[in-house]
């Protein structure tokens, strides 16, 4: 073996450590390339002795102990990989031999120490990870001398003091990141120098000072990151030559004056400036960019009105212009924006009426509204929302009545109408909104009597406050049925009669006030862990907390002793009811069992228990679900009404006897999850995620007697993409088609990524899990349940492969080192673009024995022949769709790359998508211009 020169081994089962003779007898070895092998232990020192060697890639296992300083006599080497590992130490000073070194990765070890200085010795440098390890001090203004660099990533580490002025003269960088670090002082004017830089993100340091003007001439520039800093003073104008821009984020300074200067470029697809002190006009320029996907203008001292501009970008989804200064009417062209999802104006100086046409943005999720001057009635249009989640519109001055409608937002969580106007009863309709997790309604002039049917709201956890009205009545007894209930506020009305004992035994409140009433009666014992002020202004009210009853007559005193034996009596024959009613039960559902168990196929019995309702449920469903009514909708789980399994568990179709339709996943561990806490926390956590292309989690529920879990999700009338490209189907999926899911694919993963804190790595990325709605809109499902499932769950061998990821979609890094990323993400998100694309499973055979889907696509993109990597279904195609599938698959290829910092991030791969997605209506213009010629 002393003449072989490559040597590459990669993704194969090695295990062990790095044999120390490896080098011995091979001098002559060029490439040693042994990444996602599971080796393990040191480096050896004897690496040396390969004194040939040019490329070293050990990356993607789990090697421990330091970097041995004999690696460093390597002077041949130009590529160095040693990321994802679980290195230690320091960097050794005499990384100042390897003089022809091209590309250094160290990331994702447990790294330490300085930067040393001799890294300015290695002017052939052009990439440099370092990000998440444990390096500190200051970058030695020695890196100016690598003039060959092109990326630098040193986000999520240590280092301190002034980012070195020096790099300004590294004239060929296009990427600097240094979030998540401790620098401090100005930015240096110098890296306006970086004429090439297309990504700059400085965020969550300590950097303070102003702008500089300099960066004007980074005309290159696609994404500008500075938030989470002290920077101050105004935008330097000469910011406005940045065409190029597609991303800011400045959130989170004390930069002042007008945001014109970031309205050069046309190309946005976020825009955020929260948490500032910018003022003056909002710019209409910033309407000119039709992608723009979220524009975050809060915290701010904008004045003037809301730009009608904002009405052309008709990709906005989230608007957020909220603690401001704004004044005038919401405007009409906002209207135009059908993908909005949330609008956030609150606490402004909007005034007149809120328009009708809301009611027409039909994605709509939240609207906030709150602490402004609007007046008028509440539009019966909003009621038409039933998408929406918040609804604030508190503080404002609104009149008239709070319509019967109101029972059409069924998936509403938050409702404040509080400090307004609103007169006339509450309506019964208010019972319907079973996913209420907030309803504020204070300080209006409602009248009537509270409503039983508010009892109906089983999610009501964080406030039920209807202080401050002209309510009358009695306290209706339904409302202690509000097992989660914080916080329950009904003082300053004319409620009248006794408190009703049942609420004193509420073990979730935390909050009671019941205060400037007209109640009367002796409170009972459970109400004395109260303070008295929860009480107070009720003449006729005594007991403690409140002072000794003394003359009260029986009616006031509580019930009589006639009454007692009556209720006795009558509890005594439902107790016995009762019982008879579970025996029967009992017996007829072990028959039922029986006569399953007797034909060979699967059932379950309930007979612990006959009422097991979900432990949690939040926004979605239409009524709750209980236990019996999934068991009677899908036969016990019988296997007719399976649409589909996988590694986690299999899923059941459930038409309920309410004409709501769900899936149930029936998750395959043997152990009680629900009972398991971090499970339970987690879960609930899911459950408050919402996006259009993510699969809303309803709730879940489970049977200790049983042995089930399940999770309960929205249902998704079209299948999965796999079910569409690989199964029967009675209908092709034609290009605009899966051009518009691989969009809202990419669009659902960013967002777990980049918009949930923390961010969400899916693990399982695969077409069976890209579902499709009665619109043929991408909804991602499982996400976030592989990672809660191997952190609370004991795995058995029938589930093993979900931690793994599935057979055909495993990014090489996560293969054998199961450590999951959002690269990892990004990796199971191209292999379903490239089925998107060419129709074909990524394990079929007819790539070849020597090959897979990646290398096939890779190869045959670039040759006369690629025209066969395009479903033939979907031919012919127009000349732009071809060319749009085309970069469609050039994407995926750059999604799929074998290195992690290779591939693109999941935002960078949605906004490609996009701008293919966005750019055919031109191209279907030109086709037509050109055959009118």
């Given at each position: 073996?002393?003449?072989?020169?490559?040597?590459?081994l990669?993704?194969?089962?090695?295990?062990g450590?790095?044999?120390?003779?490896?080098?011995?007898?091979?001098?002559?070895?060029?490439q040693?390339?042994?990444?996602?092998?599971q080796?393990?232990?040191?480096?050896?020192a004897?690496?040396?002795?390969?004194?040939?060697?040019?490329?070293?890639?050990l990356?993607?296992?789990t090697?421990?102990?330091?970097?041995?300083?004999?690696?460093?006599?390597?002077?041949?080497?130009?590529?160095?990989?040693?990321?994802?590992?679980?290195?230690?130490?320091?960097?050794?000073?005499?990384?100042?031999?390897?003089?022809?070194?091209?590309e250094?990765?160290?990331?994702?070890?447990?790294?330490?120490g300085?930067?040393?200085?001799?890294?300015g010795?290695?002017?052939?440098?052009?990439?440099?990870?370092?990000?998440?390890?444990?390096?500190?001090?200051?970058?030695p203004?020695?890196?100016?001398?690598?003039?060959?660099?092109?990326?630098?990533?040193?986000?999520?580490?240590?280092?301190?003091?002034?980012?070195?002025?020096?790099?300004g003269?590294?004239?060929?960088?296009t990427l600097?990141?240094?979030?998540?670090?401790?620098f401090a002082?100005?930015?240096?004017?110098?890296?306006?120098?970086?004429?090439?830089?297309?990504?700059?993100?400085?965020a969550?340091?300590?950097?303070?000072?102003?702008?500089?003007?300099?960066?004007?001439?980074?005309?290159?520039?696609?994404?500008?990151?500075?938030?989470?800093?002290s920077?101050?003073?105004?935008?330097?104008?000469?910011?406005?030559?940045?065409?190029?821009?597609?991303?800011?984020?400045?959130?989170?300074?004390?930069?002042?004056?007008?945001?014109?200067?970031l309205?050069?470029?046309?190309?946005?697809?976020?825009?955020?400036?929260?948490?500032?002190?910018f003022?003056g006009?909002?710019?209409?320029?910033?309407?000119?960019?039709?992608?723009?996907?979220?524009?975050?203008?809060?915290?701010?001292?904008f004045?003037?009105?809301?730009?009608?501009t904002?009405?052309k970008?008709?990709?906005?989804?989230?608007?957020?212009?909220?603690?401001?200064?704004?004044?005038?009417?919401?405007?009409l062209?906002l209207?135009?924006?059908?993908?909005?999802?949330?609008?956030?104006?609150?606490?402004?100086?909007?005034?007149?009426?809120?328009?009708?046409?809301?009611?027409?943005?039909?994605?709509?999720?939240?609207?906030?509204?709150?602490?402004?001057?609007?007046?008028?009635?509440?539009?019966?249009?909003?009621?038409?929302?039933?998408?929406l989640?918040?609804?604030?519109?508190?503080?404002?001055?609104?009149?008239?009545?709070?319509?019967?409608?109101?029972?059409?937002?069924?998936?509403?969580?938050?409702?404040?109408?509080?400090?307004?106007?609103?007169?006339?009863?509450?309506?019964?309709?208010?019972?319907?909104?079973?996913?209420?997790?907030?309803l504020?309604?204070?300080?209006?002039?409602?009248?009537?009597?509270?409503?039983?049917?508010?009892?109906q709201?089983?999610?009501?956890?964080?406030?039920?406050?209807?202080?401050?009205?002209?309510?009358?009545?009695d306290?209706?007894?339904?409302?202690?049925?509000?097992?989660?209930?914080?916080?329950?506020?009904?003082s300053?009305?004319?409620?009248?009669?006794?408190?009703?004992?049942?609420?004193?035994?509420?073990?979730?409140?935390?909050?009671?006030?019941?205060?400037?009433?007209?109640?009367?009666?002796?409170?009972?014992?459970?109400?004395?862990?109260?303070?008295?002020?929860?009480?107070?202004?009720?003449?006729?009210?005594?007991?403690?907390?409140?002072?000794?009853?003394?003359?009260?007559?029986k009616?006031?005193?509580?019930?009589?002793a006639?009454?007692?034996?009556?209720?006795?009596?009558?509890?005594?024959?439902?107790?016995?009811?009762v019982?008879?009613?579970?025996?029967?039960?009992?017996?007829?559902?072990n028959?039922?069992?029986?006569?399953?168990?007797?034909g060979?196929?699967?059932?379950?019995?309930?007979?612990?228990?006959?009422?097991?309702?979900?432990?949690?449920?939040?926004?979605?469903?239409?009524?709750?679900?209980?236990?019996?009514?999934?068991?009677?909708?899908t036969?016990?789980?019988?296997?007719?009404?399976?649409?589909?399994?996988g590694?986690?568990g299999?899923?059941?179709?459930?038409d309920?006897?309410?004409?709501?339709?769900?899936?149930?996943?029936k998750?395959?561990?043997?152990?009680?999850?629900?009972?398991?806490?971090?499970?339970?926390?987690?879960v609930?956590?899911?459950?408050?995620?919402?996006?259009?292309?993510?699969?809303?989690?309803?709730?879940y529920?489970?049977?200790?007697?049983q042995?089930?879990?399940?999770?309960?999700?929205?249902?998704?009338?079209?299948?999965?993409?796999?079910?569409?490209?690989?199964?029967?189907?009675?209908?092709?999926?034609?290009?605009?088609?899966?051009?518009?899911?691989?969009?809202?694919?990419?669009?659902?993963v960013?967002?777990?990524?980049?918009?949930?804190v923390?961010?969400?790595?899916?693990?399982?990325?695969?077409?069976?899990?890209?579902?499709?709605?009665?619109?043929?809109?991408?909804?991602?499902?499982d996400?976030?349940?592989?990672?809660?499932?191997t952190?609370?769950?004991?795995?058995n061998?029938?589930s093993?492969?979900?931690?793994?990821?599935?057979?055909?979609?495993?990014?090489?890094?996560?293969?054998?080192?199961?450590?999951a990323?959002?690269?990892s993400?990004?990796?199971?998100?191209?292999?379903?673009?490239?089925?998107?694309?060419?129709?074909?499973?990524?394990?079929?055979?007819?790539?070849?024995?020597?090959?897979?889907m990646?290398?096939?696509?890779?190869?045959?993109?670039?040759?006369?022949?690629?025209?066969?990597?395009?479903?033939?279904?979907?031919?012919?195609?127009?000349?732009?769709?071809?060319?749009?599938?085309?970069?469609?698959l050039?994407?995926?290829?750059?999604?799929?790359?074998?290195?992690?910092?290779e591939?693109?991030?999941?935002?960078?791969?949605c906004?490609?998508?996009?701008?293919?997605?966005?750019?055919?209506?031109?191209?279907?213009?030109?086709?037509?211009?050109?055959?009118?010629?």
């Open positions: 073996m002393n003449q072989l020169e490559d040597l590459v990669a993704n194969n089962r090695l295990s450590s790095l044999p120390k003779s490896l080098c011995s007898n091979n001098t002559s070895l060029k040693l390339v042994l990444s996602g092998t080796l393990s232990g040191e480096i050896p004897e690496v040396s002795k390969c004194q040939s060697l040019q490329a070293l890639d990356s993607n296992n090697l421990s102990g330091r970097i041995p300083d004999s690696l460093f006599k390597l002077a041949e080497l130009t590529v160095l990989y040693l990321n994802n590992n679980t290195l230690k130490g320091t960097l050794s000073h005499s990384i100042s031999n390897l003089r022809n070194l091209q250094l990765a160290l990331y994702h070890n447990d790294l330490k300085k930067l040393p200085n001799e890294i010795f290695l002017s052939k440098l052009e990439v440099l990870y370092l990000y998440e390890n444990r390096f500190s001090g200051e970058i203004t020695e890196i100016g001398n690598c003039a060959s660099l092109k990326s630098v990533d040193m986000f999520g580490n240590h280092f301190s003091g002034e980012i070195p002025s020096s790099i003269r590294l004239d060929d960088l600097l990141h240094l979030r998540e670090n401790e002082g100005n930015i240096p004017a110098t890296l306006g120098n970086c004429h090439k830089l297309t990504i700059l993100d400085l969550d340091n300590q950097l303070s000072g102003s702008i500089p003007s300099s960066f004007g001439f980074l005309k290159s520039l696609e994404q500008l990151h500075l938030y989470n800093n920077l101050q003073g105004s935008l330097p104008s000469s910011l406005i030559n940045l065409k190029n821009l597609t991303r800011i984020n400045f959130s989170s300074n004390k930069l002042n004056g007008s945001i014109s200067p309205c050069g470029s046309s190309s946005y697809l976020s825009f955020d400036v929260t948490d500032n002190e003022e006009d909002v710019p209409l320029q910033l309407g000119k960019s039709p992608s723009l996907d979220r524009l975050r203008l809060g915290k701010n001292q004045t003037g009105r809301i730009a009608w904002f009405g970008i008709h990709e906005l989804s989230l608007l957020d212009i909220s603690s401001n200064s704004l004044t005038g009417n919401i405007p062209e209207g135009l924006c059908k993908k909005l999802t949330h609008i956030d104006l609150n606490d402004n100086f909007l005034s007149g009426v809120i328009p009708p046409w809301l009611g027409k943005l039909a994605l709509l999720g939240e609207l906030k509204l709150s602490s402004n001057q609007f007046t008028g009635s509440l539009p019966k249009e909003i009621f038409n929302l039933t998408k989640l918040v609804l604030s519109l508190d503080g404002n001055s609104l009149n008239g009545s709070i319509p019967q409608e109101i029972r059409n937002l069924e998936s509403l969580n938050v409702l404040n109408l509080g400090k307004n106007q609103i007169s006339g009863q509450l309506p019964s309709g208010i019972g319907k909104l079973s996913k209420l997790y907030e504020r309604l204070s300080r209006n002039i409602l009248t009537g009597k509270i409503p039983v049917e508010i009892g709201l089983q999610d009501l956890q964080s406030a039920l406050d209807l202080s401050y009205n002209n309510f009358t009545g306290i209706p007894s339904t409302i202690s049925t509000l097992h989660k209930l914080e916080s329950l506020d009904l300053h009305n004319h409620l009248v009669g006794v408190v009703p004992g049942q609420i004193g035994d509420m073990k979730s409140l935390v909050y009671l006030n019941l205060s400037y009433n007209n109640l009367e009666g002796k409170l009972k014992k459970q109400f004395s862990k109260w303070q008295a002020d929860a009480f107070v202004g009720n003449a006729g009210l005594c007991g403690s907390p409140l002072g000794h009853c003394a003359g009260l007559n009616k006031q005193q509580g019930l009589s006639k009454t007692v034996i009556i209720i006795s009596a009558i509890s005594s024959l439902a107790a016995i009811a019982m008879v009613l579970v025996i029967v039960v009992f017996f007829k559902q028959l039922a069992l029986f006569k399953k168990g007797r060979g196929s699967s059932a379950f019995s309930s007979n612990s228990s006959s009422s097991e309702a979900p432990l949690f449920s939040h926004g979605g469903a239409k009524s709750d679900i209980k236990w019996e009514d999934i068991m009677e909708a036969h016990y789980l019988d296997d007719e009404f399976m649409i589909g399994s590694g986690s299999k899923v059941y179709k459930a309920l006897v309410n004409g709501e339709t769900i899936a149930v996943k998750i395959l561990w043997k152990d009680d999850l629900m009972s398991n806490k971090s499970f339970n926390r987690e609930k956590t899911l459950g408050t995620i919402r996006h259009r292309h993510l699969v809303k989690l309803m709730g529920c489970s049977s200790k007697a042995g089930l879990n399940m999770l309960i999700y929205e249902y998704m009338e079209n299948g999965s993409v796999w079910d569409w490209l690989h199964a029967k189907k009675k209908e092709v999926l034609d290009w605009e088609t899966r051009l518009k899911i691989a969009v809202g694919l990419a669009q659902g960013e967002y777990l990524h980049f918009d949930c923390p961010p969400i790595v899916h693990r399982d990325i695969k077409s069976s899990n890209v579902l499709l709605d009665s619109n043929m809109e991408a909804h991602l499902g996400f976030g349940l592989a990672k809660i499932l952190e609370n769950c004991d795995t061998t029938e093993n492969s979900l931690f793994a990821g599935s057979y055909g979609y495993i990014a090489p890094e996560y293969a054998y080192s199961l450590k990323t959002e690269k993400d990004v990796y199971n998100m191209g292999i379903v673009l490239m089925e998107i694309v060419t129709g074909k499973k990524p394990t079929e055979g007819v790539f070849g024995e020597e090959t897979d990646v290398r096939w696509v890779d190869t045959v993109l670039g040759s006369a022949a690629r025209e066969k990597l395009i479903d033939s279904e979907l031919k012919p195609l127009l000349p732009c769709e071809e060319e749009a599938a085309y970069q469609v050039e994407i995926a290829i750059q999604c799929t790359k074998t290195y992690p910092q591939r693109p991030s999941s935002r960078q791969a906004d490609r998508l996009l701008r293919v997605f966005n750019s055919r209506g031109a191209s279907y213009r030109e086709m037509q211009t050109d055959s009118q010629k």
